[in-house]
């Protein structure tokens, strides 16, 4: 059994900041990469960011929405990710969930995960 827990989301003003955290935890064999989607709505999931965890070297992707403004970064030893957002905007307001591709040990291969989402709000 995996789970991802997420955290962090809020009501903040435009231009402010705020740190969402997720943490998978469980039979976790190995993680590819784990990142941040988002779902305002009536629009689809978009990708927000993500990171390579156990190899690759931690490498990053980003939408060009949020280039230069959201860093993520990751914590291998806690299986966790991190997403800083900064000078937040209105149009960042969604939805946010944790997915991970995880290998877990009853699985026989990787496996796409979501956690349960979490709102942020940004005020104009």
């Known amino acids: 059994q995996v789970q991802l827990v997420e955290s962090g989301g809020g009501l903040v003003q435009a231009g402010g900041s705020l740190r969402l955290s997720c943490a998978a935890s469980?039979?976790?064999?190995?993680?590819?990469?784990m990142g941040w989607y988002r779902q305002a709505p009536g629009k689809q999931r978009e990708l927000v960011a993500k990171?390579?965890?156990?190899?690759?070297?931690?490498?990053?992707n980003y939408a060009d929405s949020v280039k230069g403004r959201f860093t993520i970064s990751r914590d291998i030893a806690k299986n966790t990710v991190y997403l800083q957002m900064n000078s937040l905007k209105p149009e960042d307001t969604a939805v946010y969930y944790c997915?991970?591709?995880?290998?877990?040990?009853?699985?026989?291969?990787?496996?796409?995960?979501w956690g349960q989402g979490t709102q942020v709000t940004v005020s104009s």
């Open positions: 990171i390579t965890i156990y190899y690759s070297g931690g490498n990053t």
């Open positions: 997915n991970a591709d995880i290998m877990a040990v009853i699985a026989g291969g990787y496996r796409d995960y």
């Open positions: 469980g039979s976790i064999l190995s993680i590819n990469y």
